[in-house]
Nanobody, 119 residues
Framework: QVQLVESGGGLVQPGGSLRLSCAASGNTFSINVMGWYRQAPQKQRELVAT???????NYADSVKGRFSISRDNAKNTVYLQMNNLKPEDTAVYYC?????????????WGQGTQVTVSS
């Protein structure tokens, strides 16, 4: 079992920055890929960024060049640095991870943190 807790969300003006954090606990040895998703009102949940244990990253086209994902395996924490924020970035941001063999292959989600970009 893995538990994920997000933090760092809030209200920011367009062009501003925020850094989200997600701390994992429980069986952290089982953690494989970590990532961030977001869901805006009346929109589907969408992938924002992912990062492997070795640091390979993947980003949605809408955030490339503005967001940066990183992780600290020793601290069992993944981060999302968000720069040049736009109103369309407003959403609930969810941290996610999947477990790996020899453990069971499952997906875990945090409860989400609200990011609001508005003047």
């Amino acid at each position: 079992q893995v538990q994920l807790v997000e933090s760092g969300g809030g209200l920011v003006q367009p062009g501003g920055s925020l850094r989200l954090s997600c701390a994992a606990s429980g069986n952290t040895f089982s953690i494989n890929v970590m990532g961030w998703y977001r869901q805006a009102p009346q929109k589907q949940r969408e992938l924002v960024a992912t990062i492997t244990r070795t640091g390979n990253t993947n980003y949605a086209d809408s955030v490339k060049g503005r967001f940066s994902i990183s992780r600290d395996n020793a601290k069992n924490t993944v981060y999302l640095q968000m720069n040049n924020l736009k109103p369309e970035d407003t959403a609930v941001y969810y941290c996610s991870t999947n477990s790996r063999p020899p453990w069971s292959e499952k997906t875990y989600w945090g409860q989400g943190t609200q990011v609001t970009v508005s003047s």
